[in-house]
């Protein structure tokens, strides 16, 4: 017996670095995704010949980098099946499963594009508060649909972690004001969009887990592939083609123009550059989310999603003070000290859920019941099982 718990607590060492070196790497990927992006739109080019140099504000075209930089995964699994110990560590896969992968493809791209209108009509620091939603419809859905069970640890950790996003959205009010030229109507419009955006994003994490973990434990590498095909077959098929004929800003009187994205970066070594850069950055993140999932759960996912905010606003800060004409980045005020608060929180909530760390009155709160053991071990579901890495 005490072999077997030695042997139990190595396993789950294990599975716990293998998991923290994950998110460490979705983390600092993520970063590089989000900065990489930003940077894209606030860089000039020359388009088609009959327009003027001007910014690539080309979220279509952001967008379909990401989903081939995931669809290339799926190649890199092709060519990894050549390799018989990769080979040999996986299990069948049933053809049904890469259509039921669709669902977590959908609700990206939905997620994803109800999120950025949202910010149409409410500030962000509002947006960044109701974010955190993810983190309760993802443990809600694992609930329902998964029937993972939450301890005593898994509620308070939640509940920290919601709390923590407050100060960041009120750091946000206070330093930018409450002003808005945004009504009612519009501002109950971008809540809803947000907290759809939420829900398919906890929808798709869900998903993700119910097709990473046992019984059907797809490939990290396979799924996120897969994943890349629809979403590249709906962006090229459909959007791009979509934002060519609908009035909007950019050249031609058009939401996005095609013809003149591909100029631009014809024409500009830098955009190409940066589009190498998102092409890997993304890859990179979107492999290490799944692992994340396969090593942990859903919630980890969710995690992992929020805390890259605490991330970029670190290297926004750096990147502040680091420039020559400190223009670049967010300098520091009073108000940031209630975001590094509200970060800090974040994180302490995070290891609160993984029983990493406790909370005072633990055992006032949870009392277990008379001559039986309370159950405390936190996400021992999602971390005592080795699993498979691709």
């Known amino acids: 017996m005490a072999l077997f718990r030695a042997f139990f607590s190595v396993a789950r060492s294990i599975s716990m670095s293998r998991y923290l070196l994950y998110f460490l790497v979705g983390i600092l990927s993520g970063t590089a995704t989000y900065t990489i992006m930003k940077t894209m739109y606030q860089t000039s080019s020359v388009g088609i010949a009959d327009a003027a140099p001007h910014l690539f ?189 609908v009035s909007g800003n950019d050249v031609g009187n058009v939401l996005e123009n095609t013809c003149d994205t591909l100029m631009m970066l014809w024409e500009s070594a830098t955009l190409m550059s940066l589009a190498a850069g998102l092409f890997t950055a993304f890859f990179i993140f979107k492999i290490s989310a799944a692992l994340v999932t396969v090593e942990a759960s859903a919630v980890h996912r969710s995690f992992l999603q929020i805390t890259r905010t605490v991330s970029v606003w670190i290297l926004s800060v750096l990147m502040h003070y680091t420039s020559t004409d400190r223009h670049l980045g967010e300098p520091l005020t009073w108000y940031s000290i209630l975001q590094a608060f509200g970060f800090a929180v974040l994180i302490y909530g995070q290891l609160v859920y993984d029983d990493v760390l406790g909370f005072p009155f633990r055992s006032v709160c949870f009392r277990s019941p008379p001559g039986k053991e309370q159950l405390t071990k936190s996400h021992s579901d999602d971390l005592e099982e080795p699993h498979r890495s691709l």
């Open 57 to 245: 504000v080309k979220p279509g075209f952001v967008t379909t980098v990401t989903t081939l930089a995931m669809f290339t995964s799926a190649l890199v699994h092709l060519v990894s099946l050549s390799f018989e110990r990769y080979r040999k560590s996986l299990r069948p896969v049933k053809v049904k499963m890469l259509f039921v992968v669709a669902i977590p493809a959908l609700c990206d791209l939905c997620g994803s594009s109800l999120q950025n209108i949202s910010l149409v009509y409410i500030p962000t620091s509002i947006f960044q508060i109701l974010k955190g939603s993810v983190l309760i419809f993802s443990a809600l859905f694992r609930r329902v649909f998964l029937r993972k069970r939450f301890t005593d640890s898994n509620l308070v950790g939640l509940c920290i972690c919601v709390f923590g996003l407050f100060p960041v959205g009120i750091a946000h009010i206070l330093s930018k004001g409450t002003s808005s030229s945004s009504g009612k109507t519009d501002i109950a419009l971008g809540l809803g969009l947000v907290l759809a955006a939420q829900f398919l994003r906890g929808a798709q994490f869900v998903v993700e887990e119910y097709l990473l973990k046992p019984p059907h434990t797809l490939p990290a590498l396979l799924m996120v592939g897969v994943e890349g095909f629809w979403g590249t077959l709906v962006m090229t098929s459909f959007v791009l083609p979509l934002l060519q004929h």
